[in-house]
């Protein structure tokens, strides 16, 4: 499940001068170019890992059902909004009564109506991510990020044929949260 950068809050500094330490270059002159592979990194560290990376707010839409389901994104902080969605579009926000939300120890987020609804949807909006920002992400995940991120500023203008770093995905493999279907 691919997880969507727009949101992301923006690169630190100290991220892209990480990335130009570690391919040797002295100048800011690629520092775009920098942001970009910093960017494109956590993009597919967020999915090899299927965690978000840094805190932000999303908003999920569900059936209206009195079962518990499972919240797409991990790891879940807080549940935020709990609403439902008319055929027409037209959202009700329910009170707390109304609905029963669950964090379980592994992050995951349960919703449930408590009682039928004529609505066939719900939105629930949430905060989730591993991180508040940048500087507080795991030694590995961030260690990953950034060598992914040189190893794709070094290999810009040519196909490397032996591929990103192995110990890229070794960095992140601790992290790594699987899904059963």
Not at 32 to 48: P, T
Not at 50 to 74: C, E, N, Y
Not at 136 to 147: D, F, H, K
Request: glycine share 6%.
């Amino acid at each position: 499940m691919s997880f969507p950068i727009a949101d992301w809050p923006d690169l630190p500094a100290a991220l892209i001068a990480e990335v130009r330490d570690f391919v040797r270059i002295d100048h800011q002159a690629d520092d775009n170019a920098i942001d970009a592979f910093l960017c494109s990194a956590a993009s597919l560290c967020e999915d090899f890992t299927g965690q978000m990376l840094i805190a932000r707010s999303v908003t999920d839409m569900l059936p209206a059902r009195q079962a518990w389901q499972k919240l797409k994104r991990l790891p879940v902080q807080a549940i935020l909004s709990f609403e439902t969605v008319d055929a027409d579009g037209s959202a009700t926000l329910l009170a707390v009564e109304d609905y029963a939300i669950d964090i379980d120890s592994g992050g995951i987020g349960w919703v449930r109506l408590r009682r039928d609804s004529d609505a066939s949807r719900i939105r629930v909006t949430y905060d989730c991510g591993l991180a508040a920002d940048w500087d507080e992400l795991p030694a590995g995940l961030r260690q990953g990020i950034v060598r992914l991120a040189g190893y794709l500023y070094a290999n810009r203008d040519g196909v490397d044929a032996e591929g990103p770093p192995r110990a890229v995905t070794a960095l992140w493999r601790p992290y790594r949260r699987m899904r059963i279907a």
